[in-house]
């Protein structure tokens, strides 16, 4: 009776298709949104579009497939799954899902930036300006003491809201409005940015390939997005993983999230750069593309408050399908570690989530003068040590855990259902898992210290 008391508060996928929405939901978020197109700008276009979906099929799928199958095969949270299979590598698990937890803390706060940017953009406020104000009023925003903070608490609350619904009720259901809703808006955005004048400039930056623009660089930016877009490392991937069905398909479900994600990452490159081209602006200005670029392109483009709505909407979708996955992974150990109930773990890690991000929150106002790691401030440095280290080292040590430890046979029997679905590349994910991908992650890893 507690057994199956304690597996109605884990929860479980109803469906195949509510999975892999929320999975490929986790995958897209801001980094599809800004960083792709970003760093497709500062890369060459379609020089790093084409090393990106190369990179995708060997590391994505590769890291995907290693995460799904010690989920699924432990049906426990990151930390508990590494710890069922080998005790002394727990710490593994520990790692993702604080790196999750910290990804959220300061997530929460740019999703918190969003929704106060929605408001103002369907309100008007952001209209009449010449296009050098966009940036004073940015950081005039953020410098603020309360209204980030009043945001970021905004953003909290109604990602606690989704995954205290549960897996089914919350997480699933909402992945299943939230990603379609994404997808249809950012087709109408990207549509209306490629009947601009002058907008085929960057469809042809974005999409011809110079492969004299291919360089150590361009392909190392590949990896890393790959990398951190797909979510590996954190832990999340093991988490959903875990509340599939023993009679799930896990290798086809490793090729379709990447495939989404990289479907939305494209469209938002169609979307953002040939707007960002047809009104000559730059397309390498980081997170100032989305908070300061983009809302002078709405400012200039006709029937501009609605698509700059529209716009914002569908960021926020997409920051709200990646932080009900990273609050997930934290929740999902209480709940098995500590046996509480899936509401007040929810509550209890939401709110630490919201009081961890208020640093990040005042970091540009009242808490500026403070720097962390080389001279950076509260958010970046906390994004540092997140993504460029803790995620690295999580995911190389996935690779060593699955080829080397566990080891390929038994993680090949759970990945085939114990034999009973084929999987024809199983050989080449054999020699990806223990010698490739781990090499590349190192590689990121190095470069990320740089």
């Known amino acids: 009776m507690a057994s199956l008391e304690k597996q109605q508060e884990r929860g479980q996928w109803n469906s195949k298709i509510g999975f892999i929405l929320a999975a490929a939901g986790s995958a897209v978020g801001l980094g599809n949104l800004w960083r792709f197109p970003v760093e497709a700008g500062r890369n060459g276009g379609g020089a790093f579009l084409m090393v990106y979906f190369a990179i995708l099929l060997l590391v994505g799928f590769t890291l995907m497939l290693a995460e799904l199958v010690i989920g699924r095969h432990t049906q426990l949270n990151a930390i508990g799954a590494y710890k069922k299979i080998r005790s002394k590598w727990a710490w593994v698990g520990g790692i993702g899902v604080l790196a999750s937890f910290l990804i959220l803390s300061f997530y929460s706060v740019i999703g918190g930036w969003i929704i106060n940017y929605l408001f103002q953009t369907v309100s008007g406020g952001l209209s009449g300006f010449e296009s050098g104000a966009y940036e004073g009023i940015f950081m005039d925003f953020v410098g603020s003491s309360f209204q980030p903070a009043l945001f970021h608490g905004i953003f909290a609350l109604i990602t ?138 709405f400012a200039e483009m006709p029937m501009g408050i609605f698509f700059g709505g529209l716009f914002f909407l569908l960021v926020l979708f997409a920051a709200l399908t990646s932080s009900i996955s990273l609050l997930e992974a934290s929740v999902s150990f209480v709940v098995d570690k500590f046996n509480f109930r899936r509401k007040n773990a929810a509550f209890l890690m939401g709110a630490l989530v919201f009081l961890v991000g208020l640093p990040s929150s005042l970091g540009m106002g009242a808490l500026s003068h403070v720097e962390l790691i080389r001279g950076m401030n509260i958010m970046d440095s906390i994004d540092f040590f997140a993504s460029n280290l803790l995620l690295p ?48 992650i190192f590689v990121v890893f190095i470069q990320g210290l740089t």
Do not use: H
């Open 160 to 297: 606690l809201s989704i995954v205290m619904g549960g897996i089914s009720g919350g997480i699933e259901k909402y992945s299943k409005i939230l990603m379609p809703g994404l997808f249809v808006m950012m087709l109408i955005i990207m549509v209306r940015s490629l009947t601009l004048d002058g907008a085929m400039e960057g469809v042809q930056f974005f999409l011809a390939p110079n492969f004299s623009a291919i360089t150590g660089d361009v392909i190392l930016s590949a990896l890393g997005q790959v990398f951190f877009s797909l979510s590996l490392g954190m832990g999340v991937i093991i988490t959903y993983g875990s509340y599939l069905p023993k009679g799930e398909n896990l290798p086809q479900n490793s090729f379709f999230i990447p495939l989404l994600d990289t479907m939305i990452a494209l469209v938002a490159g169609l979307t953002v750069l040939p707007a960002v081209f047809a009104l000559g602006f730059e397309p390498d200005t980081g997170a100032g593309l989305l908070f300061i670029t983009l809302p002078a392109v």
């Open 393 to 440: 080292i999580g995911g190389f040590f996935l690779c060593i855990f699955i080829g080397w430890i566990w080891g390929i046979e038994n993680a090949i029997k759970e990945a085939t259902n114990q034999g009973t679905i084929s999987f024809k590349l199983a050989g080449v994910w054999s020699f990806l898992i223990k010698f490739v991908a781990p090499i590349a």
